[in-house]
C-alpha cells in the first residue's frame, strides 16, 4: 500500500506559478511510475504529466508541454510539478498518482494504469 498526499494548491493569476508536491508513504522501496492528472468539473480526468521511476524518462499532456514540469526526488519520496504560464483552463483538482512498473525507465499515460491516488489539491486560476 502506498498513501500519497498532495499540497501547494491554491489560487493565481493568470500568468503565474505554482508547485504541487506529492509525498508518498508506505511500500515506497518499489517501482512506481509517478504522475499527475486533473479533472475540472464536469469534465473526465485528464493526464497531465508522469515520471519513470529512475526520473530520466518524463511524458506531459500537449495541453502543459512547456508550462509544466514533472520532477522527483526518491530520497524525499516526493514527486513535483512546476506550474508556469498558468492559464484559467487549468483551473482543476490535481491529483498524484502512483503506478507500479517493472521498469524504472516506463512512464504511464492512461490513468487506468495506476494503482494509488491522492486525495487531491485545487488550483484555480483567475483571469
Known amino acids: 500500500q502506498v498513501q500519497l498526499v498532495e499540497s501547494g494548491g491554491g489560487l493565481v493569476q493568470a500568468g503565474g506559478s505554482l508547485r504541487l508536491s506529492c509525498v508518498a508513504s508506505?511500500?515506497?522501496?518499489?517501482?512506481?511510475?509517478m504522475g499527475w492528472f486533473r479533472q475540472a468539473p464536469g469534465k473526465e480526468r485528464e493526464f497531465v504529466a508522469a515520471?519513470?521511476?529512475?526520473?530520466?524518462?518524463?511524458n506531459d499532456a500537449d495541453s502543459v508541454k512547456g508550462r509544466f514540469t514533472i520532477s522527483r526526488d526518491n530520497a524525499k519520496n516526493t514527486v513535483y510539478l512546476q506550474m508556469n504560464s498558468l492559464k484559467p483552463e487549468d483551473t482543476a483538482v490535481y491529483y498524484c498518482?502512483?503506478?507500479?512498473?517493472?521498469?524504472?525507465?516506463?512512464?504511464?499515460?492512461?490513468?487506468?494504469?495506476?494503482?494509488?491516488w491522492g486525495q487531491g489539491t485545487q488550483v484555480t486560476v483567475s483571469s
Open positions: 498518482a502512483a503506478g507500479y512498473s517493472t521498469s524504472r525507465h516506463s512512464t504511464f499515460t492512461t490513468r487506468y494504469a495506476y494503482d494509488y
Open positions: 508506505g511500500r515506497t522501496s518499489t517501482t512506481y511510475v
Open positions: 515520471i519513470s521511476q529512475s526520473g530520466g524518462s518524463t
